[in-house]
């Protein structure tokens, strides 16, 4: 099969054998991949594959099932699925763990459909299970043009929240307006911490999904209502910070974080489960559907890295085989 192999942080097509299922996965024919910033971090060598994964990046795939382990039941041959994976997604077939299939929407294409696992997993996993965002609670997205970004704008409206976000340009800000954020402040022109004061009252926000970090962290406490929730996902800016522990007593702060790609299939699948029950549904009856911004060709998956890497793009980059 074609795949795109990293060698010296640069990406290459290659001929790689066909991967053969264990008991619990299943083989599928890749029709899109999504591209995601730890594609990026490990083309650069600083995001190694876990154990155990493939070499080859890729996170998040779409495409049809064309080969079956020995112990799977519940899906079958020619199946239309998308698919959360460790690695091997920049490739014509892909191996999954059955677990982590999802049906693909009735209403959405194989290229929709692969820019849904990656984020969709962890804005779910992050806001909701982890961060507990509840009706009525104000939501502060960071990133907000992202792939995680736009789907959290979506799941936080959905399930009732409000959302404000922050973006590094006025198109950006404008289009998440028009994706349903209740407010978008542009960090290139205006203080997000005071624009949070000015936008609540003087009491802060609930909850708060940060890719950024570093420089970001003490702004983001000052921005932090009594009980609020600060869930860290990525660390643009720098692993370390400064931190003021008196807030943090005094509002009962909560800071917490993850990283989705190292946990184990049994973690990854009850985030599946609660997807298909609670927001497969909307993405069907068309309520919320991922933001793509541009396909781009297997072999071109240098090229889909370096628009990765300008953060020009809104919402996903995917790539079709």
């Not at 997000?192 to 983001?220: A, S, W």
Request: glycine share 6%; hydrophobic share 45%; proline share 6%.
């Amino acid at each position: 099969m074609l795949a795109i192999e990293i060698d010296n942080s640069i990406l290459k097509p290659a001929q790689r054998p066909l991967p053969i299922p264990l008991a619990n996965q299943v083989l599928i024919k890749v029709e899109a991949a999504g591209i995601n910033r730890p594609d990026v971090m490990q083309r650069k060598g600083l995001y190694p594959a876990p154990p155990g994964a493939s070499d080859i990046p890729g996170l998040e795939v779409a495409g049809t099932i064309a080969a079956l382990g020995d112990n799977i039941s519940q899906l079958h041959i020619n199946d239309k699925v998308c698919a959360l994976v460790t690695g091997g997604g920049y490739a014509e077939y892909c191996l999954a763990s059955a677990a982590l299939c999802l049906p693909v929407p009735e209403s959405l294409s194989f290229i929709q459909a692969a820019a849904l696992p990656e984020t969709f997993f962890t804005v779910w996993s992050n806001v909701f299970d982890r961060a507990h965002l509840l009706p009525g609670e104000t939501l502060l997205v960071h990133g907000s043009s992202s792939g995680i970004g736009t789907t959290a704008i979506q799941l936080a409206k959905a399930f009732k929240a409000k959302v404000i976000v922050t973006a590094g340009s006025k198109a950006k800000c404008e289009f998440c307006l028009q994706l349903g954020a209740d407010a978008a402040i542009n960090y290139q022109e205006q203080d997000f911490v005071e624009e949070i004061k000015r936008l609540t009252d003087n009491q802060g926000v609930d909850v708060i999904l940060d890719m950024i970090g570093g420089d970001y962290f003490p702004r983001n406490l000052k921005c932090m209502s009594d009980d609020a929730r600060l869930v860290q996902i990525a660390i643009q800016n720098g692993p370390k910070t400064e931190i003021n522990l008196l807030p943090v007593m005094l509002k009962r702060l909560t800071i917490t974080g993850s990283t989705l790609r190292a946990r184990d299939d049994t973690f990854k699948a009850a985030i599946a489960k609660q997807l298909f029950e609670n927001v497969w549904p909307l993405l069907a009856s068309g309520q919320i559907k991922p933001v793509i911004h541009s396909t781009f060709t297997l072999t071109d998956a240098a090229l889909a890295h370096q628009l990765m890497e300008s953060s020009r793009h809104i919402g996903k980059i995917i790539l079709t085989v």
